[in-house]
């Protein structure tokens, strides 16, 4: 079965940094396009940084030059550095598994809170 299980949420002030950790089981991780997104009430969920298997990554204009993801295929983990945080990075973090090649499989965690307030 496959599994996504996201942690590192909580409770920062502007300016402040925290780490998010996706721990993924079930398929094979080293081939799949690893992501991570973020949703607020009302809003649709939005893509936030996407690392590939080779190491490719994309980041959304908002967060660049603040967030890092990266992976470590021997874990099976994939992560997010979140430095320098906003009220408006407030949300819903999701981590999101996707197959490239064959677009045979598409997954995601529970999600992990992220509040950035004073």
């Known amino acids: 079965q496959v599994q996504l299980v996201e942690s590192g949420g909580g409770l920062v002030q502007p300016g402040g940094s925290l780490r998010l950790s996706c721990a993924a089981s079930g398929f094979t991780f080293s081939i799949y396009d690893m992501s991570w997104y973020r949703q607020t009430p009302g809003k649709e969920r939005e893509l936030v940084a996407r690392?590939?298997?080779?190491?490719?990554?994309v980041y959304a204009d908002s967060v660049k030059g603040r967030f890092t993801i990266s992976r470590d295929n021997a874990k099976n983990t994939v992560h997010l550095q979140m430095n320098n945080l906003k009220p408006e990075d407030t949300a819903m973090y999701y981590c999101?598994?996707?197959?490239?090649?064959?677009?045979?499989?598409?997954?995601w965690g529970q999600g992990t809170q992220v509040t950035v307030s004073a």
């Open positions: 690392i590939n298997s080779g190491g490719s990554t």
């Open positions: 999101n598994a996707k197959e490239p090649l064959f677009r045979s499989g598409d997954y």
